[in-house]
């Protein structure tokens, strides 16, 4: 692993729980996406889940969803347990 990747894991791994700024954790995501990261489309999901459940936050939730679909349909392997998480949590926020 590059220390690029390594630090962005380690950044996203010091991101509290209660972290819901963007401002935050969109560099991490950026950086996990830049490195060509596996789970980047998993911490997507995170992030959205992290964002989710102030009303002000639905919309930009939806789009980090959408992002890490986006992620998980441009691999070759993706299975529908893969993206299984990202879809619940969309259909939660369409609620």
């Not at 489309?41 to 939730?61: F, H, L, M, S, T």
Request: some cysteine; hydrophobic content about 45%; glycine content about 6%.
């Amino acid at each position: 692993m590059k220390p690029e990747h390594r630090a962005a894991h380690q950044r996203k791994d010091a991101l509290g729980v209660e972290e819901r700024r963007a401002s935050v954790w969109l560099p991490v995501l950026q950086a996990l996406q830049a490195a060509g990261c596996p789970e980047a489309a998993d911490a997507w999901v995170e992030y959205a889940r992290c964002i989710q459940g102030p009303a002000r936050n639905a919309k930009r939730a939806l789009a980090a969803l959408h992002h890490s679909l986006e992620l998980y349909f441009s691999s070759a392997g993706v299975t529908r347990t893969m993206v299984d998480d990202a879809v619940t949590w969309i259909s939660i926020g369409l609620r």
